[in-house]
C-alpha cells in the first residue's frame, strides 16, 4: 500500500513535472499560424499567447477562421506553417498527450445518442483512460454542476437543446481539464440556458481552469473574456481586454438614431462634425460620443427629430463594426 | 488522497508504435460497443447469429438430403451439410465484421458523430479502429461459438481440429473488419453503401460456399481464388473436416496480409478525415 502510495506520488511529480509548465509559459503560444486547405488560407499568419487561468476569446463572424484555430489547439488538425505549443507540447507530435489535459465542447454537440445521459460521462471519461470507481462518482458531481442530475438515465434526444449543452460540457470536465475549449458555447440557446451556461462557466473560470473560447456573440465575450482578438479573414485585426478595445476602438457611448429608411442618408450630412465619429447603417445612424444624452441636445438644437433615439454604452460589436467596416453577424 | 487522485489523472503512455495516433487505450472504444450494442442494436446481434442457423437447416439438411455427399478436391467424400456448414461459418464471421465495420461506423461517421468526440480524447485514430475492429471480433468469436455448437449437435464437425476453425473465425473477421472500415470511410450516402453488398453477395454465393468451384472455368477459378471469402471457407472447412494440406497456411497468410493493410488503410483514412 505504502510502495503504491509512493509510486502514485513519483508519477504524479512526473507529469507535473513533464506537463505542468512554470507560470512564466504561456499554456498556448502560437506563432505565424497558418492553416490552408489546397489554396484557401483558413488561418492566415496569427500569433497569440494564452496565459495559465486566462480566460481567452477568438470573436469573429463566420468563416474567419476561429474553428480552424480552435482544432488546432485541440490537436486535431495539422498546420499548414508557423509554430504552435499546447500545454508546452507540439499538437503535430503529441495528440494523445495534449489532447488529455484539454476539455472540448464542439460548436455542435456531438453526443453520443446510443447511450444513456450518465453513461455518455463515464464513457468519455474512460476514453482518458479514467477508473470505473472514479467516473461513477465524478458523473454524479458533474450531473450536479450541470444540472441534470434528475435526467441521469434519459435517452440524449429526449433532452432540450440547453440541456444538451450543458451534458456536453460536463463532459468536456470528466478529465479536470486544464484547458477548456469552448466553441461557440451558447450559439442557438435561449436567453435563460445562456445565463445558465456563462454562469458555469464563470465558476470554472474562478476556480483556475483556462477558458478559450470562441463566439460572434459581443456580450458572451464581454461576460466571459479577460483578453480577446477580433479575427477576420484569417487575421488578428486587435487585441486586448474588451474593456481596453472598446476604449481604444470605440468611446465610452453611443447614440443610435432612427429617422427611417429613406432618410438616413439626408440626415446623416447634417449630423456630420457631431460627437467623435458618425457610423451610418441602412437602418440607422451611429453617434460615438462620451456623453450620448448631450449629444441627443445637440441634433435635437438642430432641428432634428430621430423616430426613436437610444444612448447606450459602447460594445464589442461597435469595435467590430469599426475595426471590420461591417456589421458582425451576417 | 494519492489513490483516488492517480486514478482521476489522465494516464496516456507514450506508444511505441505511431505515437501521435494511438494512446494505447481502444479497450474503451470496444467498451462503448458493447455498451450501446447492449441497449439499442441487440437484435441485430441475435439475427446474425439465426441466419447462418436457418441456412444450415434449410440448405444443409434440407436440401443436402436430395443431394447426398460431395467430394472435396483431396479426393475425399462428405455429407452435403457437412461441406457448407464450415462455409456458412466464415460467411457469418464475414458478414457480422462487414456490418460492424461498414454500417455500424458509416453511421458513427456520418450521423452520430462519434468519431468526433472521441477523437477530441487522448484516442487517436488507430485506436478507435482497433477499437471497432476488437468489437466486430468479439461479436464473430460469439457467433462462431454458437454455430459450432450447433454443428456439433448435428454431427458436422468431422475432426477435432473442428476446435481451430475458431481462431480462424477470428483471423477472417479480423481481416474483413480492418479492410471494411477503411472503404467506408470513402462511403459518403446510402446508395454508395450498397456497393458494399453488391460485392459481398456473389462472393458469398460462389467462393465454394455450396459448391466446389471445380465446375467453374479455369479463369474464373482463379478470380474466386483471389477473393476473401474462398480462403476464408476453404480454411476453415480444411479444420472442420480435418482435411487440412499444405494450403493451409497460405489461407492464414492471405488474411494476415489482409490485416496489415487494412489497419493501415483504415488507420490512414481515420487521420485524413479527423486530424486534418
Request: charged share 20%; with cysteine; glycine share 8%.
Amino acid at each position: 500500500m505504502c510502495l503504491v502510495q509512493l509510486w502514485n506520488k513519483c508519477a504524479l511529480l512526473l507529469i507535473a513535472f513533464i506537463f505542468v509548465p512554470s507560470p512564466s509559459i504561456p499554456v498556448v503560444k502560437a506563432t505565424e499560424l497558418v492553416k490552408k486547405y489546397k489554396e484557401f488560407s483558413a488561418v492566415d499568419g496569427i500569433s497569440f499567447e494564452i496565459a495559465s487561468g486566462e480566460s481567452f476569446g477568438f470573436l469573429g463572424p463566420n468563416g474567419a477562421g476561429k474553428s480552424t484555430t480552435m482544432r488546432m489547439i485541440g490537436a486535431v488538425s495539422t498546420r499548414t506553417s508557423g509554430e504552435l505549443s499546447v500545454v508546452g507540447l507540439d499538437p503535430n507530435n503529441y495528440g494523445p498527450e495534449i489532447r488529455s489535459q484539454l476539455g472540448v465542447v464542439p460548436q455542435s454537440d456531438n453526443l453520443d445518442t446510443e447511450l444513456r445521459v450518465r453513461e455518455n460521462l463515464i464513457v468519455y471519461g474512460r476514453y482518458f483512460g479514467l477508473g470505473r470507481s472514479f467516473l461513477s462518482s465524478k458523473a454524479d458531481e458533474l450531473l450536479e454542476f450541470a444540472q441534470l442530475k434528475d435526467k441521469a438515465k434519459e435517452r440524449i434526444d429526449d433532452l432540450s437543446g440547453g440541456m444538451k449543452r450543458r451534458l456536453t460540457i460536463a463532459r468536456a470536465l470528466i478529465n479536470d481539464p486544464r484547458i477548456l475549449l469552448l466553441d461557440e458555447p451558447t450559439t442557438g440557446l435561449d436567453p435563460q440556458a445562456r445565463h445558465i451556461l456563462w454562469d458555469r462557466l464563470f465558476r470554472l473560470k474562478e476556480q483556475g481552469t483556462t477558458l478559450i473560447l470562441t463566439t460572434h456573440y459581443m456580450d458572451e465575450a464581454e461576460q466571459l473574456c479577460d483578453r480577446l482578438v477580433v479575427i477576420d479573414k484569417g487575421k488578428i485585426m486587435a487585441e486586448g481586454s474588451p474593456a481596453s478595445l472598446i476604449r481604444k476602438y470605440s468611446s465610452r457611448e453611443v447614440l443610435e438614431l432612427r429617422f427611417g429608411s429613406e432618410h438616413n442618408a439626408k440626415v446623416a450630412k447634417k449630423v456630420d462634425g457631431i460627437g467623435e465619429r458618425v457610423e451610418v447603417l441602412p437602418d440607422r445612424i451611429l453617434i460615438y460620443s462620451e456623453n450620448g444624452e448631450a449629444t441627443l441636445k445637440q441634433i435635437t438644437d438642430l432641428g432634428l427629430n430621430p423616430l426613436t433615439s437610444l444612448v447606450r454604452r459602447s460594445s464589442l460589436e461597435d469595435v467590430f463594426l469599426r475595426l471590420t467596416g461591417r456589421s458582425l453577424i451576417e | 488522497m494519492t489513490t483516488l487522485e492517480s486514478i482521476s489523472t489522465p494516464k496516456v503512455t507514450r506508444q511505441f508504435l505511431l505515437p501521435s495516433l494511438y494512446a494505447g487505450n481502444a479497450r474503451s472504444v470496444m467498451e462503448r460497443g458493447v455498451l450501446a450494442t447492449a441497449s439499442t442494436n441487440w437484435l441485430i446481434v441475435v439475427s446474425g447469429f439465426f441466419e447462418p442457423v436457418f441456412y444450415l437447416l434449410a440448405m444443409g439438411i434440407g436440401l443436402g438430403s436430395f443431394i447426398g455427399n460431395v467430394e472435396l478436391p483431396g479426393g475425399q467424400s462428405v455429407p452435403y451439410a457437412a461441406y457448407i456448414a464450415p462455409a456458412l461459418l466464415a460467411v457469418a464471421a464475414m458478414n457480422g465484421a462487414i456490418f460492424d465495420s461498414t454500417w455500424n461506423v458509416f453511421f458513427k461517421m456520418n450521423f452520430g458523430r462519434i468519431y468526433d468526440g472521441m477523437l477530441a480524447t487522448p484516442l487517436g485514430p488507430f485506436d478507435v479502429a482497433l477499437g471497432e475492429i476488437m468489437l466486430a471480433l468479439a461479436r464473430g468469436f460469439v457467433y462462431a461459438c454458437g454455430f459450432l455448437t450447433v454443428m456439433q449437435a448435428l454431427g458436422l464437425n468431422l475432426s477435432w481440429s473442428a476446435i481451430l476453425a475458431l481462431p480462424s473465425v477470428l483471423l477472417i473477421a479480423f481481416a474483413f473488419a480492418s479492410f471494411g472500415m477503411g472503404i467506408t470511410s470513402y462511403m459518403k450516402t446510402f446508395q454508395q453503401m450498397d456497393w458494399i453488398n453488391f460485392i459481398l453477395l456473389p462472393m458469398f454465393l460462389l467462393s465454394a460456399t455450396f459448391f466446389p468451384i471445380s465446375v467453374y472455368p479455369q479463369a474464373l477459378q482463379w478470380i474466386i481464388q483471389a477473393m476473401p471469402l474462398w480462403h476464408g471457407v476453404e480454411l476453415v472447412r480444411g479444420f472442420t473436416t480435418g482435411m487440412m494440406d499444405s494450403a493451409t497456411i497460405w489461407h492464414v497468410l492471405y488474411f494476415a496480409v489482409m490485416i496489415v493493410l487494412g489497419l493501415t488503410l483504415t488507420t490512414r483514412r481515420l487521420k485524413a478525415l479527423f486530424l486534418k
